[in-house]
């Protein structure tokens, strides 16, 4: 039998979203800032290959905004999925709420006094 009541969990996967949210947020952040640095580099690449720095230095600044703009996009990726595995997290506790709650209701509605049941007759064997 499981140690998580609907309300323990539907409080845990709300908490779990607006941490999910702030966190792909502030990756969604980075992401940016990564490629704003990424195109500095680039434009760095340039003027020290105008200014007759040697190929192979030239060639490794833009290998780096390369490896830049993998990460940058990377990030952004990493903050979709986050949000996908959030709406995921919510749907399966929306269907969790519906189920319970129902059940909750018809326990609420019955007028048969429960208050001494023996939970563990209600446990499917």
């Known amino acids: 039998m499981s140690d998580i009541t609907n309300k323990q969990l539907q409080a ?15 990756i969604r952040g980075a992401a940016l800032a990564i490629h704003e640095d990424a195109q500095d580099t680039a434009h760095v690449a340039e003027q020290i290959a105008g200014l ?3 190929p ?6 833009r290998e780096l905004v390369k490896v830049m703009d993998g990460v940058s996009a990377a990030s952004a ?3 979709a999925a986050s949000d996908t595995t959030f709406r995921t997290a919510t749907a399966a506790v929306d269907q ?11 326990v609420n509605r019955s ?5 001494h049941l023996n939970r563990q007759w209600l446990t499917p064997e």
């Open 56 to 61: 192979a230095s030239v060639a490794e600044t």
């Open 52 to 54: 007759g720095v040697d």
């Open 111 to 115: 007028t048969v006094d429960v208050t």
């Open 77 to 79: 990726a990493y903050a």
């Open 96 to 106: 969790a709420r519906a189920s319970h709650d129902g059940i909750q209701e018809a």
């Open 12 to 26: 845990a996967v709300t908490a779990l979203g607006k941490t999910v949210t702030r966190d792909a947020e502030a």
